[in-house]
């Protein structure tokens, strides 16, 4: 029965991650899904999983015209812009840039984690200073505990100012490279 079970339960899960629906398998146009899956940043390996979605439906995916899209659309992917773009909304790239192209990928990328990772940086710290002014409102606290939470909160408004030049320093960049 455990057997059973767990079965059922990898079979949902598995049912879950299916990347196209039946009717999306009928109705595929396969030069065209590789196109979007390269200008989506998708891994080559993202037809087998058409290719099992698809098996459900009874489709065999078109793999070759999956292919030529996928190829012929991939260096529009490998520019330094969709590297920032992914990078900034903390996408995962999966090292399908031919070597000609990744470089000026992979700057972009890295600028845009930055940024991502500055403006969570910084949703911390406004967090912080939102907890240490409802600390300081709070009608139990000491005189002693709000001097220390204002201490706290100067520090983390100093710290806000100096992350938040960073970012509009970062973005700035972005701006002048076309991002």
């Known amino acids: 029965m455990v057997d059973r079970r767990v ?3 990898l079979l949902a899960a598995l049912g879950g991650c299916a990347t196209l629906t039946p009717e999306q398998c009928r109705q595929a146009d396969w030069y065209e899904l590789g196109a979007r899956d ?19 439906a009874g489709v ?7 292919q030529a899209g996928y190829n012929e659309t991939l260096p529009r992917f490998c520019v330094g812009a969709y590297g920032y773009r992914l ?37 911390e710290v406004e967090e912080n200073i939102e ?13 002693a505990s709000r001097e220390a939470d204002g201490r706290w909160l100067e520090h983390y ?3 806000r100012e100096r992350l938040q030049r960073r970012l509009w320093n970062l973005q700035d960049r ?4 076309g991002y």
């Open 7 to 9: 079965t059922l339960l």
């Open 38 to 56: 390269a200008l989506a940043g998708s891994a080559p390996g993202i037809i087998d999983s058409h290719a099992r979605a698809c098996d459900r």
């Open 60 to 66: 065999v995916p078109d793999a070759a015209l999956w």
């Open 87 to 123: 990078g900034a909304r903390d996408g995962t790239y999966h090292g399908q840039c031919p070597p000609e192209l990744e470089r000026e990928f992979l700057d972009g990328f890295r600028l845009g984690q930055d940024v991502h990772d500055l403006e969570g940086q910084i949703r």
């Open 131 to 143: 907890r240490l002014r409802q600390s300081m409102r709070d009608e139990h606290a000491t005189e």
């Open 157 to 159: 408004k100093d710290e």
């Open 174 to 177: 972005a701006r002048e490279r």
